[in-house]
């Protein structure tokens, strides 16, 4: 009889891809502490090359994945006036996951402490910029290159484009029709790579973590 083996969920695996990381950062830099070799083409090669390949597949999701979602739903809508609800819940959403971010990042940093210890003086001043006023930002909000604020990952100038465009799909009949369908099958083939990229994350977690904890260690060490 053949035995079934459950597979893991996806954060099952990430976690775990994690932990490994984590074990094996500390393993290599305890049993190959004055290694060359190891340091220069094991962690600086391999691992930083597949983090850095990693970090930069997730951020390459980002601008089509909310550009073209955001399309697809603004378009889907019949009725406009139920515009203003969504986005205001978009607005939210947006808001709320930036300040859980920074929220996330300051604590980590001050529970970590990353670079405690190294030497960080420097001769080089700095002058922070003059805070823009409210009318400003509003301004800003709205792109005057959409294809641009892409290029640059202004993510709420995105969002603004891509609801005023998804407006536009819905209010233009036919011709509207035919381009809200090819986003929704370009949607679908973005959910597809997304899907592809995140069945990699384990792996590219193992390395980025690998790296980091080896290299915390070895500058905080030497």
């Known amino acids: 009889m053949?035995?079934?083996?459950?597979?893991?969920?996806?954060?099952?695996?990430?976690?775990?891809?994690?932990?490994?990381?984590?074990?094996?950062?500390?393993?290599?830099?305890?049993?190959?502490?004055?290694?060359?070799?190891?340091?220069?083409?094991?962690?600086?090669?391999?691992?930083?090359?597949g983090g850095k390949i990693f970090v930069a597949s997730l951020k390459m999701l980002v601008v089509p994945l909310v550009f073209v979602s955001l399309v697809c739903g603004t378009s889907a809508l019949k009725d406009i006036a139920t515009l203003g609800r969504l986005g205001g819940k978009t607005l939210a959403f947006y808001l709320s996951t930036t300040a859980l971010a920074i929220t996330l990042a300051i604590?980590?940093?001050?529970?970590?402490?990353?670079?405690?210890?190294?030497d960080l003086s420097s001769s080089a001043a700095f002058t922070a910029s003059e805070a823009p006023s409210l009318s400003q930002v509003i301004i800003g909000m709205f792109p005057t290159n959409p294809i641009g604020s892409m290029a640059q990952g202004n993510t709420l100038q995105i969002i603004?484009?891509?609801?005023?465009?998804?407006?536009?799909?819905?209010?233009?009949?036919?011709?509207?029709?035919r381009i809200a369908n090819f986003f929704q099958d370009l949607n679908e083939v973005i959910l597809k790579l997304v899907a592809l990229l995140m069945n990699l994350a384990p792996y590219g977690v193992f390395l980025f973590d690998g790296q980091a904890v080896y290299n915390y260690w070895f500058i905080g060490n030497r």
């Not at 775990?16 to 340091?39: K, N, Q």
């Not at 603004?160 to 029709?177: H, Y």
């Open 2 to 49: 053949m035995v079934q083996t459950k597979k893991l969920s996806l954060t099952s695996r990430v976690l775990l891809g994690m932990v490994l990381g984590i074990v094996s950062g500390f393993a290599i830099r305890f049993l190959f502490p004055e290694s060359g070799f190891v340091h220069s083409y094991l962690v600086e090669g391999l691992f930083d090359a």
């Open 107 to 118: 604590g980590l940093a001050l529970l970590v402490g990353p670079g405690k210890g190294a």
């Open 160 to 177: 603004i484009f891509a609801v005023l465009f998804g407006i536009a799909i819905s209010a233009s009949g036919k011709p509207g029709e």
